[in-house]
């Protein structure tokens, strides 16, 4: 079974709303990167969340880990088609520090 | 759905040799691969781009001569760690893009391949 799983799969939204994508993992995570990633562009680093109960912003978009660090959300805040990509989440595990188990991404389009 | 295969996923070498990572896509014609690299506490960097025929693009810092890409078929990329170094060790990961049909894309990851250099 997965261990990490990410919703949705794909995401249409309006120009102007806002919307949420989840990660969610099957085990205490020890530390959530999350990255976008546009069609021929490498990924882009976004944020990365260690702490329990942490969340950071940059811009519109907003990363939240929970107090339990099992499941994370990505929060992007009045959409604009420059945020259409696949958003991707990476996991890392105590023990294996540096290899990332990564969700299966969602795929953002924004509508103008 | 699209698969990509990471090979080796845990290597070991001397220092002074060479290693041949492999990253495979299983069910699909992979148009452009990617190659990272992670350090520790730290986000996935680009290393280069490769299309299929063509020299790979690679990003600023990154030696050419060192980091060698070939892409010689759509389902098959190659990265070799030249004259590996203690320092060269780290995680590498491959991801493969294709095309769904315009404008639909799509992408997949290989698993990684932890390279320790002794």
């Known amino acids: 079974s997965q261990e990490l799983e990410q919703s949705p799969q794909s995401l249409i939204v309006q120009e102007g709303k806002n919307l949420t994508i989840n990660c969610t993992s099957s085990k205490t995570l020890y530390g959530l990167y999350w990255y976008k990633q546009k069609y021929g562009e490498g990924l882009i680093f976004l944020m990365m969340?260690?702490?329990?109960?942490e969340e950071k912003s940059h811009e519109k978009i907003t990363a939240k880990l929970d107090e339990k660090k099992q499941q994370s959300s990505l929060h992007i805040t009045a959409s604009q088609p420059s945020h259409a990509g696949i958003y991707l989440c990476g996991a890392e595990y105590g023990g294996s520090q540096g290899n990332l188990i990564f969700g299966k991404g969602t795929k953002l389009s924004v509508k103008p | 759905g699209a698969v990509v295969s990471q090979h080796p996923s845990r290597v070991i070498c001397k220092s002074g040799t060479s290693v041949k990572i492999e990253c495979r896509s299983l069910d699909f014609q992979a148009t452009t691969m990617f190659w990272y690299r992670q350090f520790p506490k730290q986000s996935l960097m680009l290393m280069a781009t490769s299309n299929e025929g063509s020299k790979a693009t690679y990003e600023q810092g990154v030696e050419k001569d060192k980091f060698l890409i070939n892409h010689a078929s759509l389902t098959l990329s190659t990265l070799t760690v030249t004259s590996a170094h203690p320092e060269d060790s780290s995680f590498y990961i491959c991801s493969a893009s294709f095309f769904e049909g315009f404008p639909s894309y799509g992408y997949t990851f290989g698993s990684g391949t932890r390279l320790t250099v002794v």
């Open positions: 969340l260690q702490k329990g109960g």
